[in-house]
């Protein structure tokens, strides 16, 4: 039997994920919850999901009674994203949450205590993690291809349109970092297979923009890991970027775009010459994120991007706003 999941509001990205479940294996779509019912109506007769398998967010604890739903996905502003996540841990269902998986480490901890209080098993949107080229960067890093690690640039950006939530503090919990800059930060750890030991940032908003009123702009970061290797990351709300490049002690692997939705492109250079890598298609990274938590529930296996990953990436988080705000290194030793 494939996995059911529910999913937990439904916009642009819901959206996309709604239509990724034709290209799964072991997953399909079998409830919707939202506040609209216009959406609940149109998208329930697009992929057939019956009235009967339709929620409010008033009613969403009823889905605790329907055996159909084993996976609740959370696709919410990212302040909802803890509620919605202990709920539906409480209903006794599986929970796949959007990054950033909370908008503080003590809701990303409360989170994961649901979810183990619960026996369920919690799984945090990094698909990235299930695309070709970055795991074919990850392995040739772990590898030693390009020698050993030194640096990584991680630069993930695009400008911002006015009125959304993603501008609004109380929803989003942050500025660029949380929403866009987090993939730099969560390249570098599963580039290095490192946690950050000490952080520095400078954040450049300009406040008289009215985008700006409540969430940074850019917000660079330095990263010092255990090995010594450093990272340097560009986080930004007003300039386009998309890109890694692992610079090693024999050469660079860099990507870009890195991590968007489809596109990827990687070169190597190695031995005084740069190639451009043809990595196979493969399966989709939505798919592929979609049936590894599947299979993982099947198999009583831990996901690859556990809660923790996600609670990893926000410890640092704090660090690089503590940072920014206090004008000084942080340490995370
Ligand atoms: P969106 O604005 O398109 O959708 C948000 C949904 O939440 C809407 O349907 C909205 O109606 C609903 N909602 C419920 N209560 C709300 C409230 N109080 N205020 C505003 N909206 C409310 O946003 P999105 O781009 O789909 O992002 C949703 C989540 O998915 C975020 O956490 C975001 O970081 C994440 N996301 C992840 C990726 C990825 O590639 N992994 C891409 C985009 C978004």
Same mark, same amino acid.
């Given at each position: ?9 439904? /916009?642009?990205?819901?959206? %996309?994920?709604? @239509? ?13 919850? @939202? ?104 392995? %040739? ?34 500025? &660029?970092?949380?929403?866009? /800059? ?17 952080? &520095?940032?400078?954040? &450049? ?14 917000? @660079? ?5 255990? &090995? ?22 024999? /050469? ?58 996600? %609670? ?19 340490? %995370?030793?």
């Amino acid at each position: 039997r494939k996995a059911g999941y529910a999913i937990v509001g439904l /916009g642009r990205y819901a959206e %996309l994920i709604m @239509s990724k479940f034709a290209e799964c294996d072991q997953s399909r779509l079998v409830a919707l919850v @939202s506040g609209t019912p216009e959406k609940l109506a149109r998208f329930g007769e697009k992929y057939g999901v019956p009235e009967s398998h339709r929620y409010s967010y008033a009613d969403f604890d009823r889905i605790r009674d329907n055996p159909d739903v084993d996976i609740v996905y959370v696709i919410l502003p990212n302040a909802m994203h803890a509620e919605y996540t202990v709920r539906a841990a409480r209903a006794g269902k599986h929970v796949m949450c959007e990054k950033p998986m909370a908008v503080s480490v003590a809701e990303c901890r409360t989170m994961i205590a649901a979810c183990r209080a619960a026996g369920r098993k919690l799984m945090i949107g990094y698909r990235s993690r299930f695309e070709p080229h970055n795991r074919l960067a990850i392995d %040739l890093a772990k590898k030693g291809f390009v020698g050993q690690t030194r640096i990584i640039t991680a630069d993930h950006g695009f400008n911002a349109q006015p009125n959304q939530w993603r501008l609004d503090r109380k929803l989003s919990g942050g500025g &660029s970092l949380m929403d866009i /800059g987090i993939y730099s930060l969560n390249a570098t750890r599963y580039l290095t297979g490192e946690e950050p030991v000490e952080v &520095s940032a400078i954040e &450049s908003t300009d406040r008289s923009d009215p985008r700006f009123r409540t969430v940074e702009d850019r917000i @660079s970061f330095l990263l010092r890991f255990p &090995s010594g290797i450093e990272a340097t990351c560009v986080s930004s709300y007003s300039s386009n970027h998309n890109m890694y490049r692992v610079s090693g002690t024999d /050469g660079w692997i860099e990507l870009e775009p890195a991590t968007s939705y489809e596109g990827q492109k990687m070169w190597v250079r190695r031995n005084g010459r740069t190639e451009e890598q043809q990595v196979p298609a493969g399966k989709g990274q939505h798919a592929g994120q979609l049936d590894h938590f599947a299979e993982c529930i099947a198999n009583g296996t831990d996901p690859l991007v556990p809660g923790e990953e996600g %609670l990893a990436d926000m410890r640092v988080i704090e660090a690089i706003y503590r940072s920014a705000l206090e004008g000084r290194r942080i340490s %995370l030793a």
